[in-house]
């Protein structure tokens, strides 16, 4: 096998907006592509959108656009998250681009001069929502889809079915021979159970919709948006048109499908099926994660507990957002997304472990050594042991990346974080530096420290590529870290003598848990918000507020402040006087204008003239004082409430 990897997140069906959980598969993608590239493989990251299909096809025509403007208007919005994210893909692939549909127009008229492919009829419930067929053992509650619980629909249609069950002993031997196709290995029983209970041929097309790709040797018919979705991962590596690149990818590299749990059978047992029947090798492996719940309970729009990667990111940053995901929970379990973990994880894990030993580490070189690399030469018995451990650790996080076992990996380099923050405790540099015939071993314990944290910015980049590179930064360097490579931080002295450390800043300041509380609850509806100076509705009834309109309007003799105003109150007129000048320095352009005004305060003389009344204005930085008009078509007595 060469040394490439190529990394594909599933696409996303662009009905809604991209979310925590389609998120969390691409945060995912994207620290295993980065972390292969620094193991030195030939990486291509592929992400995207599926835009075909009744779900998509059906929710255009609800917002009422074309099922290609629609696809238009919401992969920008995928993009954008992404960006924000930090996610470093390769491809963006859209299901509806011509290369992609030469692709899945290939393979299908392939498995069908095969022989693979016959004409029979549908007839059974079909799942809009998973866009899946659901045989009748599987319904769950009086007809609902048994995966996202949905009301299932009867379809009755003509369709050509992939002759999937020929290939099930394949399967189930590849399975066999292959222990990482289902990663965790934990998910392997579950599929293994799943094709002995007998694979069914696959109906592979649909005729009483058009939202799809035509299928070239059947007039009318339209792929089944999954048989087209899969095919997406060989369209982006060259299937129709790049050998080449094929063949480096796909054929002779290691290539991986990330997925969700819920979709997992549809890469685990219908992608590898239509591979082998079109001759093409199944994917080297696909890798499933769990699904998250928000504050313990199932995500929903009803419920208005959501995570929004943007709000999150707002709060702790993209890179903190991107660690805890991967942290929180061993990949291929669920997991539950909450304020108060997130914030333990951050200031005790990101803040105190991490930030303080990079803090404590930079602070003290600066002060003993003016932040200049000093040359050392003696280890003692500690060094030893810190070395030791290093390459433990190293060892099990490269060992559980390659499953990827993200948390676990996080724990060994956390561990060692954890082992370099005693080992200042123990060694008091403090203490050292008040004796000038300790300054070699000073020395030692600092550039111990120093090239710990230049190795720990690598391994933790994949997760958090900013602060590797602003741990790098700190530590004097300018490269960019996404150009470096494992093999290069190995020994104890990759900062050379005579190098000048970069200054300390605090990469993760600690969070305080009520003022985080505070910032969430003023972007969500608060039951229980205090409203200062509360008045009831009886105290707003005194105040009379009325729609008027300016019939005249001047200064004010012997005032630069005042402008005074005519103004029809529907059965009469006054005058209001009002100190606005500043802001209206051509007051004539005001005449015919509805504005609000109060008609029950108290007269006032202003400069001598009568004020009988009060406009209602606006106050901002950026316009000054606004008067606040209402529609021209407002009646002069509308009732204002
Ligand atoms: N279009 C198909 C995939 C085709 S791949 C050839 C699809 N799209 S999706 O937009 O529904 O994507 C869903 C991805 O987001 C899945 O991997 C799914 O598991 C993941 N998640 C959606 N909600 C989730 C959570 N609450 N938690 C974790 N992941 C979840 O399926």
């Known amino acids: 096998m060469n040394k490439s990897f190529f990394i594909t997140t599933p696409i996303y069906y662009v009905n809604g907006d991209p979310h925590v959980g389609t998120a969390y598969t691409t945060i995912a993608c994207d620290t295993l592509a980065r972390y292969k590239k620094i193991m030195g ?7 995207g959108t599926d835009e075909h299909g009744q779900k998509v096809e059906e929710t255009a025509r609800e917002k009422g656009r074309s099922p290609i403007e629609w696809c238009d208007i919401m992969v920008p919005r995928f993009k954008a998250m992404w960006k924000l994210l930090n996610i470093d893909y390769d ?43 659901v045989p009748e053992n599987q319904i769950v509650n009086d007809d609902c889809c ?64 058009t939202w799809g790709i ?17 095919v997406n991962y060989i369209t982006a590596v060259g299937y129709e048109n790049n050998p080449e690149m094929f063949q480096k990818y796909w054929t002779t590299g290691q290539h991986c ?36 719940t928000s504050e313990g309970d199932k ?66 070189y600066h002060k003993y050594f003016d932040g200049v690399i000093t040359e050392s030469h003696t280890t003692e018995p500690i060094e030893d042991e810190i070395y030791g451990l290093w390459e433990e650790c190293l060892k099990e996080y490269e060992e559980n990346m390659d499953i990827a076992q993200f948390s676990k990996a996080l724990e060994s380099i956390w561990r060692f974080i954890g082992r370099l923050n005693k080992y200042i405790d123990e060694t008091t540099p403090w203490v050292l530096a008040k004796d000038a015939s300790k300054k070699e071993r000073l020395a030692k314990v600092m550039n111990t420290l120093v090239n710990a944290l230049y190795k720990i910015a690598l391994a933790i980049y994949p997760f958090m590529p900013e602060t590797g590179q602003k741990i790098r930064n700190q530590l004097g360097f300018t490269s960019d870290i996404k150009g470096d490579r494992i093999e290069n931080i190995k020994g104890w002295e990759l900062l050379s003598t005579g190098h000048k450390l970069g200054n300390p800043e605090p990469i993760f300041p600690r969070l305080d848990r009520e003022a985080v509380k505070k910032l969430k609850k003023a972007k969500n509806f608060d039951p229980d918000l205090e409203i200062e100076n509360a008045i009831d509705i009886e105290d707003f009834k005194k105040v009379s507020f009325r729609v008027v309109e300016i019939l005249e309007a001047g200064p004010v003799e012997g005032s630069n402040k005042l402008l005074k105003f005519k103004v029809n109150f529907g059965d009469h007129v006054r005058q209001i006087v009002s100190g606005i000048a500043k802001y209206y320095p051509n007051p004539a352009e005001l005449v015919g204008k509805k504005v609000l005004a109060v008609a029950n305060l108290k007269v006032v003389k202003l400069k001598g003239e009568l004020s009988q009344g009060m406009f209602l204005c606006t106050e901002d930085k950026k316009n000054g004082i606004r008067l606040i008009e209402a529609g021209s078509d407002i009646e002069l007595d509308a009732f204002i409430s």
């Open 91 to 133: 491809d963006f692939i859209r299901t509806t681009e011509e290369r992609h549909i030469k692709s899945v127009q290939k393979i299908m008229n392939l498995v069908w001069e095969r022989g693979d492919i016959y004409l029979g009829e549908y007839e059974g419930k079909y799942c809009v929502s998973c866009e899946t067929f």
């Open 257 to 292: 499908n990330m997925v969700g749990k819920d979709i997992i059978r549809f890469h685990a047992i219908i992608w590898p099926c239509i591979l082998f029947a079109a001759g093409e090798e199944p994917p080297t492996s696909v890798i499933a994660h769990g699904w998250w």
């Open 214 to 230: 035509p299928i070239t040797f059947a007039p009318g018919h339209i792929t089944y948006v999954w048989f087209d979705a899969l």
């Open 299 to 364: 995500m929903s729009k009803s419920k208005g507990n959501v995570v929004d990667p943007y709000e999150e990111t707002m709060i702790y940053g993209v890179d903190a957002f991107r660690y805890y995901m991967l942290r929180e929970v061993q990949f291929g379990n669920d997991g539950d997304y909450s304020t108060d973990s997130i914030i333990t994880r951050f200031n005790a894990e990101l803040s105190n472990d991490l930030g303080n030993l990079l803090n404590r580490s930079l602070g003290m």
């Open 41 to 47: 493989y030939d990486v291509y990251f592929l992400t």
């Open 146 to 209: 048994p995966s996202c619980g949905k009301k299932l629909r009867l379809i009755k249609e003509e369709s050509y079915f992939f002759r999937m069950s020929k290939y099930q002993d394949r399967l189930l031997q590849y399975i066999d021979e292959h222990p990482d196709f289902i990663l965790p290995r934990s998910k392997r029983n579950e599929v293994i159970q799943f094709v002995k209970q007998g694979l069914q041929d696959l109906s592979i097309s649909r005729n009483t919709f």
